[in-house]
């Protein structure tokens, strides 16, 4: 699904190195967490595989489905599925979450060449949807993030990337900020979408999040590069230990 | 508001980008129909006066209020306060009267008007004929679409081609015709109340216009009248070299309620043509006027070549007690644009409201705003004012909230926000207040702010292209604006929105 090959990225706008030689091979259908300090460049790392700007790539390559994808306009790669639930998800004043949605839905169902979504059909689809992160009507309408909660942006995210059916679903700490409840909502709503078709690229901090998401990879980032991958028990001993000793091991 | 009708009004936004899509031309209205027209000659004196009185079959009572208008005229200077620079305009060097030849002897009935002016009326998507008139839409309360009714004057150049749904409206005693018909038909509704609301000698370019309009609308809602359908005039120019000037007066008697939309087009030239119209709204005790105008007329290209001056005087003046108008402008088209919709307060609790998104891109210059007369005892105006820049442009809203002494317990509320596209554009907020009683209370509030990476970034994510995102966050950014249209013109709106800011992102 999405092969990473010694990612180096750097700052466009002053010489600072941020990703230094990344690999990650993430087959159709896994799961993979990614934990690590702060600023270790977990979010970098989701930035440059959808394609923001003021990040320069030095050296390496990304391949989503066989295709070069760091050469790509973010709403292409977008469009080929690549979904990014942001850590800071962004506001829109005055723009409903339904249309932002429903523009987004249609926007990559015409660059497949896919037909439209009627209002109806898409109406019923997100009601649907909706109704299973308890996301209730009044928030649909509201505009985009604007004056909502922590937690409430989180569930959008998962709305957001429920109604896109992405095929590789990049979570950045959607788990931050939710409470007990809402991050069962959030975990049965990726579950839900888990298919032999369909990966994610989860980034935690907490092992919590992955007793409901069990990963069948887990990677420890630091400093820009992975510096050692495991099965699930790796985050159950990051979870007890911390990041010292995975460290002292590195170097 | 039941969830249908915001979802709907939600849709609406989808509907825009779809147009969007459909638009492949930057300027979809930039077409000119190719018509044999008869004009006067250039240049403006008392002969071309009397030209344009003899060809409108005026009776004398109108020339001679034309020919004192021109003699006013020659003694003023054009101003030069608003914020907007353009070279000297020859006022000798425009024709002040053009008409298409097959308008010679006026049409009895839209049968007999030339079918090329109907092709290009159906061009521009006016729904001209009376069948396709059936077109626009709306969401009733319920959420069942029910067929709404607009009747459509259209003004070409300098004369007007056809009313539709006259005999309907005139079942319900309403009045909707050409003025230069209303001249002839209505003198005296017509002496009562034309230049009642701009005087002839308001300004320079109103002075103008009352020496040399050439048609426009008139309305007339009798006592207690709710007019039974949206009333529409479209303006285009066509003609080279050719000033539009017209001239629209419009009466809400006693009690009655009126809705009154304003579309304006012009084909691409590079030469820059002038338009200088009076709008007219009379509002008399417990009536109503809505007035939208969405002003597409052409910018001028990415250079700043061509383009109409807009240099329009909108008045109302709500007399009577109770008294409503609410201005709904979208501003998006001309190269350079000088207008403020005002509002007269002068009955007691009556009410006056301004909408406006005033958007500029590449070289275009607009200065625009309202002003706010409050006279009489417990009036209220409103004023929302969102102005978009991109490219090189200017925008500039200008605005005057004034409580005489007698408008006491008076309340203005003010809103202007600016909206920055890129970092070579302007926006500038220029309100003047004046308070002459202390029982009043003004608020005002302003901001600016700039297209934002990172919402752009997000909607790319979820796989909006850039001049969608665009036309999303700015149609968002206006959207007090928008809700205040009609539906069909809410639409409209969206779509202009998004083309003309084509090009203004990447
Ligand atoms: N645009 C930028 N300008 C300056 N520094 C940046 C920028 N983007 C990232 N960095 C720096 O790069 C490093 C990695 O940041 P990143 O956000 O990827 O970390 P992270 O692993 O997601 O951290 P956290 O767990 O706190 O979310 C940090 O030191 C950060 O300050
Ligand atoms: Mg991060």
């Not at chain 1, 989701?46 to 790539?57: E, F, M, N």
């Not at chain 2, 644009?337 to 909408?355: A, H």
Request: aromatic share 8%.
């Amino acid at each position: 699904m999405l092969y990473i090959n010694n990612l180096n990225v750097e700052l466009e706008n002053e010489k600072k190195k941020i990703l230094n030689g990344v690999n990650l091979d993430i087959n159709a259908g896994e799961v993979h967490a990614i934990m690590g300090p702060n600023g270790s460049g977990k979010s970098t790392l989701s930035y440059v595989l959808s394609g923001k700007d003021g990040y320069r790539v030095t050296e390496g390559s990304a391949t989503f489905e066989g295709r070069e994808i760091l050469e790509l306009s973010p709403d292409e790669r977008a469009s080929l599925g690549l979904f990014l639930a942001f850590q800071y998800p962004v506001e829109i004043p005055g723009v409903g979450n339904m249309t932002f949605l429903r523009t987004a839905l249609n926007s990559q169902r015409k660059s497949r060449g896919v037909e439209e979504l009627s209002a109806a059909e898409f109406l019923k689809i997100v009601r649907e949807k909706a109704k299973n992160l308890k996301i209730d009507a009044e928030m649909l309408k509201r505009p985009v993030n604007v004056g909502f909660s922590g937690g409430e942006k989180k569930r959008n995210e998962i709305l957001q990337m429920a109604m896109l059916e992405p095929k590789m679903c990049i979570l950045d700490e959607t788990d931050s900020g939710l409470d007990v409840d809402a991050m069962k909502l959030v975990a049965e709503g990726v579950n839900a979408l888990r298919s032999k078709d369909r990966s994610f690229l989860v980034i935690t901090h907490y092992q919590r999040l992955l007793d409901h998401i069990v990963p069948d990879v887990v990677h420890i980032m630091a400093d820009g590069k992975i510096i050692k991958s495991g099965g699930a028990d790796l985050a159950l001993e990051v979870e007890n230990n911390g990041y010292s000793d995975l460290l002292a091991e590195y170097n | 508001m039941s969830n249908t009708d915001t979802y709907e009004r939600e849709g609406v936004d989808q509907d825009t980008v779809e147009a969007v899509r459909t638009v492949g031309q930057k300027y979809k209205y930039g077409f000119s129909t190719d018509i044999e027209m008869e004009y006067a000659p250039k240049g403006v004196n008392a002969d071309i006066v009397k030209l344009i009185s003899k060809k409108n079959d005026e009776p004398s009572w109108m020339t001679d209020w034309r020919l004192s208008a021109l003699k006013r005229w020659e003694k003023l200077v054009e101003p030069n306060w608003a914020m907007v620079n353009y070279p000297e305009i020859d006022f000798q060097d425009i024709h002040y009267y053009a008409k298409p030849k097959s308008m010679e002897k006026k049409p009895k009935s839209l049968a007999e008007v030339d079918p090329k002016l109907l092709e290009t009326y159906e061009k521009l998507g006016i729904p001209l004929k009376e069948q396709i008139i059936l077109a626009g839409v709306e969401v009733g309360v319920d959420g069942t679409q029910e067929q709404r009714k607009v009747a459509v004057d259209a003004v070409f150049d300098s004369v007007s081609v056809g009313t539709t749904f006259k005999t309907e409206l005139k079942a319900a005693g309403v009045i909707f015709c050409s003025i230069s018909e209303a001249i002839r038909e209505y003198p005296d509704l017509v002496k009562k109340y034309l230049g009642s609301v701009v005087p002839q000698s308001d300004n320079y370019y109103a002075t103008l216009n009352a020496a040399v309009f050439t048609d426009g609308s008139f309305v007339y809602v009798p006592p207690g009248v709710r007019c039974p359908m949206e009333l529409s005039t479209y303006f285009r120019i066509n003609a080279e070299n050719t000033g539009q000037f017209e001239r629209t007066l419009i009466i809400a008697d006693k009690g009655s309620y009126v809705s009154y939309l304003e579309g304006c087009t012009a084909p691409q030239r590079d030469t820059n043509q002038l338009h200088a119209a009076v709008v007219e709204l009379v509002i008399e005790e417990d009536a109503e006027i809505k007035y939208s105008t969405v002003q597409n007329w052409y910018p001028g290209d990415e250079n700043g070549k061509g383009g109409i001056y807009n240099f329009v005087t909108k008045r109302a003046d709500c007399r009577g007690d109770r008294a409503k108008v609410m201005w709904t402008q979208v501003e998006t088209g001309s190269a350079v644009t000088w207008k403020y919709p005002s509002c007269i307060l002068r009955g007691n609790e009556s009410q006056g409201e301004f909408y406006s998104i005033a958007i500029t891109n590449n070289h275009q210059q607009a200065d625009t705003g309202t002003k706010m007369v409050h006279l009489g005892q417990n009036t209220k105006s409103r004023i929302v004012s969102k102005g978009i820049s991109a490219g090189f442009a200017q925008n500039t809203y200008r605005g005057l909230v004034s409580m005489h002494p007698k408008a006491k317990k008076s309340r203005n509320f003010t809103q202007c926000d600016s909206l920055l596209i890129g970092d070579k554009c302007g926006a500038h907020t220029i309100p003047y207040i004046e308070c002459k009683n202390n029982s009043s209370r003004i608020e005002h509030e302003a901001t600016t702010s700039k297209v934002d990476d990172d919402q752009l970034f997000y909607c790319h994510q979820r796989g909006i292209g850039e001049e969608e995102a665009v036309a999303l966050i700015v149609n968002g950014f206006c959207k007090d604006v928008l809700q205040a249209l009609p539906m069909e013109f809410a639409m409209e709106a969206q779509a202009l929105v998004a083309i003309s800011l084509e090009g203004s992102v990447g």
